[in-house]
Nanobody, 119 residues
């Protein structure tokens, strides 16, 4: 079973940094898009950053210049470096991956990691 497991969330003060990591259980995501979404109570899940299999990147406008997404295909992992965090960045962050498993393409999600930015 394909799994994505996040780590690295926590409680920080405004202006501080966090690094999220996401590891997959197999190499199914190699060559396919991976990324990060976030969700707050009562709101829809929103895209934070996406990186394609060939390294093209898209960021939400709200995080441009502060967040950096990267991936390590050898480790089947994706990362999100979050700098200068704002209180409005508080959310559950979900790792996302698109993969072709057994001939069927689909979207996969981690269970989420809480990021809280508060003074």
């Amino acid at each position: 079973q394909v799994q994505l497991v996040e780590s690295g969330g926590g409680l920080v003060q405004p202006g501080e940094s966090l690094r999220l990591s996401c590891a997959s259980s197999e190499s199914a995501f190699r060559g396919w898009p991976m990324g990060w979404y976030r969700q707050t109570p009562g709101k829809q899940r929103e895209m934070v950053a996406i990186i394609t299999g060939d390294g093209r990147i898209k960021y939400a406008d709200s995080v441009k210049g502060r967040f950096t997404i990267s991936r390590d295909n050898a480790k089947d992992a994706v990362y999100l470096q979050m700098n200068n965090l704002h209180t409005e960045d508080t959310a559950v962050y979900y790792c996302y991956g698109n993969a072709d498993v057994g001939g069927t393409n689909g979207d996969y999600w981690g269970h989420g990691t809480q990021v809280t930015v508060s003074s």
